[in-house]
């Protein structure tokens, strides 16, 4: 109970690279760091998130010591899940199933982990994986993809083979192979279709019910590499995000094509993407160290946040629906300026440095002493 007490406080959870989970609430306008942290050190850093269960009551956090943890509640804390073994490299892809754990690292390790912490099934999805995604309708089925390394799709009871490998574009107009960067992956409910975002700024729908490997919807948005992706509610359209803060709307149907950007000013790379499965609202965080909450259909920047670390991974919780008294997150225009952030135990030490900064006295001051020094030197 106390559980869900406390997930009920948090719309928006968001994992930082210095090691914070922050819980964000849009209606009390209140910021929480949920965990502690004695010394900042970069092994502590989340790389990637995912609830454990449909209830949302507990979620998974994948660290870059190769540590997934459990995180209950405030009250107590991390607890460690599976030390990831096998492989090399970061935790790429992280996911929860029947209650057993799913991770995937770097060079294509992937592995089952059971409810007694111990690896169940192990599969090499090939190297330089920069994403593994799970299907929430499909509990036996996920997808790999990376840096020359397409678009695999593997089914876990018969996991020698993939049961689907992309086939890349023909080559350019130079007659110039087309090279492969897959940077994040969905699958479309209700069906068998998968999207991917490139590192070379395509979005790209697949049909593996088709005898059609390509792609058959290939679109174009800016030229910076796009590196998170989500569904939209209707789920025929994808919001993207890109490494210059750019974030666009998809249309999937028919040959596809940019609908419109969503604008607020965003200064650093988008790194984690999230729609919310029933209401109008997208989600994103990035190394602005803000959390934005856009409306899709309009545009409109409802929350703007500012968390004070760089942001790489973010759960937006589906409160929203069963709420009854919740329709201020779809109605309040809140910018950061009126959110207090709640002091906790393991505040950020990085506040005691800029406490003691000396302040900077104004430009022209530091002109006439530079100068007074070079007339006395003279």
Avoid at 158 to 168: D, G, L, Q, V
Avoid at 257 to 267: D, R, S, T
Wanted: charge should be neutral; aromatic fraction near 6%; charged fraction near 25%.
């Amino acid at each position: 109970m106390a559980a869900s007490m406390e997930r009920l406080k948090y719309d928006v959870l968001v994992g930082a690279e210095t090691g914070f989970l922050k819980g964000v609430n849009f209606t009390h306008l209140k910021v929480s760091n949920l965990n502690s942290i004695q010394s900042l050190d970069k092994d502590n850093e989340i790389l990637a998130m995912c609830w454990r269960c449909p209830q949302e009551s507990e979620l998974y956090l994948a660290l870059k010591s190769r540590l997934v943890k459990c995180w209950k509640d405030a009250e107590s804390g991390l607890s460690t899940k599976v030390e990831v073994t096998g492989g090399q490299g970061n935790v790429k892809g992280l996911a929860s199933v029947n209650s057993k754990v799913l991770t995937c690292v770097e060079s294509g390790h992937l592995s089952v982990w059971d409810s007694d912490n111990q690896k169940e099934l192990s599969i090499e999805a090939g190297a330089d994986i920069c994403c593994m995604r799970h299907n929430s309708q499909q509990a036996h089925v996920v997808a790999t993809g990376g840096k020359e390394n397409p678009l695999k799709i593997w089914d876990l009871e018969h996991s020698t083979e993939p049961i689907f490998t992309a086939k890349n574009v023909p080559h350019d107009f130079l007659n110039l192979r087309v090279p492969v960067w897959v940077r994040d992956i969905q699958f479309i409910p209700d069906s068998q279709k998968v999207i991917t975002c490139t590192g070379y700024h395509q979005v790209r729908l697949y049909d593996p019910s088709s005898s059609q490997r390509r792609p058959v919807i290939d679109v174009e948005f800016d030229e910076y590499p796009i590196v998170s992706m989500s569904l939209t509610p209707s789920a025929n359209s994808v919001i993207v995000g890109n490494t210059h803060g750019n974030m666009a709307l998809v249309d999937l149907r028919r040959a596809g094509k940019v609908v419109h950007q969503y604008k607020g000013a965003i200064a650093g790379s988008i790194r984690s993407i999230h729609c919310h499965p029933t209401e109008p609202l997208v989600v994103s965080c990035g190394l602005d160290r803000f959390l934005r909450v856009h409306d899709i259909n309009s545009r409109k920047l409802l929350h703007k946040v500012y968390l004070k670390s760089r942001l790489n991974c973010l759960l937006l919780s589906s409160r929203a629906q069963s709420a009854e008294t919740d329709n201020d997150l779809l109605q309040t225009d809140v910018l950061q300026d009126n959110f207090v952030e709640e002091e906790t135990n393991g505040g950020e030490a990085t506040d005691e440095i800029w406490d003691t900064m000396p302040i900077i006295t104004e430009k022209r001051q530091l002109l006439k002493q530079d100068s007074a020094k070079k007339r006395s030197k003279s």
